[in-house]
Every structure is written in C-alpha cells, then in structure tokens.
T-cell receptor
Framework: GQNIDQPTEMTATEGAIVQINCTYQ??????LFWYQQHAGEAPTFLSY??LDGLEEKGRFSSFLSRSKGYSYLLLKELQMKDSASYLC??????????WGAGTKLIIKP | IAGITQAPTSQILAAGRRMTLRCTQD?????MYWYRQDLGLGLRLIHY???????GKGEVPDGYSVSRANTDDFPLTLASAVPSQTSVYFC?????????????FGEGSRLTVL
C-alpha cells in the first residue's frame, strides 16, 4: 500500500531557510507533488518531481531521491506569507494522488 | 476569472438530510475530483471523473454519489448525511487525465452535519 510521512509542524524565522521532508512508500513510482495551502484556502501547486535531483523555482526548491523514497521542499529567504501547510502527494497504482497530512510551517519575525 | 467555483461555501445540515455540493469549472478541463480534508489527515479522494459521462470511486466513496453530465459541472451528493461526513470538501480539476498534471482546486465547502 501507499504511505506518506511528513512532520506535523515546523517553526522557522523570517529570512531563514527551512527544509520540509517527505518520505513515501509506494508499489510503483510515478512522481511526487508539493502543494501549498494557506489556512482556510485551497491548495495550490508548487512542484512536480519525477527524476532524482534538485529542481529550483525561485525561493522554493524541491529534491527527490527515488531510491530512498524521500523528498524535501526547501524554502529560502522565508517571508511571513510563507506561513502555510505544505502537502506532499504521490500517485497510487490507479494513478490517483495519495496525500500526506501536511506540514504546518509557522514563520516567526 | 477562470477557475473552479464551489457552492455553498459553508453549510450546517441535520443528520439524515440530503445535500448536494456544486462544482463548476470554466477551464474546459477533462478530469474533475472531489476530496475531503479532515484535521490530521491528508486529502482523501471521494470520487473522480476523467471525462463527461464517466465517474470513478476514490478512496472514501461510501455515502457519496457524483454525476458528470457535461464537462463543466461535477456535483457531489450526500444522500443521507451523517456526522462523520462533517468535513471540508474540495473540488479540483486537471487538464489531462494522467497523474502528471497540476490540480486546480476550488475554495472549498465547509460542511457540518449535526
């Protein structure tokens, strides 16, 4: 079966760097997604990784290691608006997304 | 503004009542989805549709039904609501029907069943 683990909550300081980890177990592998969700709002797409390595997109980068079943989202130069939940998701054997419970990121001044 | 519209935004419902959550998209996306989100749990797929006229069951379909009469609309019906269906419901769509595409979400419908 599928299983996704993320830390429940993390705290970081404005201007700093934070790494949010995601480990997954799937019967096959078809890529990994990261979404951002502000409190009371809809999730929005951040990244999709299918190959190993780091993909950078502005202040946000996403890393994937398929052999380790591991991904992380790296947020640089943290801003107060980055306070949100970050959701990790992978497709299951029916190609529907299985979602982690999300990591709530709290940014302090 | 193009996107997904859900209604109602919020609803309190007595147990045993029938309820339909509406979802409309104007992006001409092929695939549409209904998820529920509960505290401490990830988004869970209820039902999906890859194209008009077809629907499929997700992870937690019991107690819910959907229809896809056309490309734009994908209503979710609770035939007889129970308290365990208290949740935030998100409708989403994607351009393609494979798993690689970005999902676009509606703003959610907060449902409380008493």
């Amino acid at each position: 079966g599928q299983n996704i683990d993320q830390p429940t909550e993390m705290t970081a300081t404005e201007g700093a760097i934070v790494q949010i980890n995601c480990t997954y177990q799937t019967s096959g592998f078809n890529g990994l997604f990261w979404y951002q969700q502000h409190a009371g709002e809809a999730p929005t797409f951040l990244s999709y990784n299918v190959l190993d390595g780091l993909e950078e997109k502005g202040r946000f980068s996403s890393f994937l290691s398929r052999s380790k079943g591991y991904s992380y989202l790296l947020l640089k130069e943290l801003q107060m608006k980055d306070s949100a939940s970050y959701l990790c998701a992978v497709p299951d054997s029916n190609y529907q997304l299985i979602w982690g419970a999300g990591t709530k990121l709290i940014i302090k001044p | 503004i193009a996107g997904i519209t859900q209604a109602p935004t919020s609803q309190i419902l007595a147990a045993g009542r029938r309820m339909t959550l509406r979802c409309t998209q104007d992006m001409r996306h092929n695939a549409m989805y209904w998820y529920r989100q509960d505290l401490g749990l990830g988004l869970r797929l209820i039902h999906y549709s890859n194209t008009a006229g077809t629907t499929g069951k997700g992870e937690v379909p019991d107690g819910y039904s959907v229809s896809r009469a056309n490309t734009d609309d994908f209503p979710l019906t609770l035939a007889s609501a129970v308290p365990s269906q208290t949740s935030v419901y998100f409708c989403a769509s994607s351009k393609g029907t494979d798993y690689t595409g970005e999902l676009f979400f509606g703003e959610g419908s907060r449902l409380t069943v008493l």
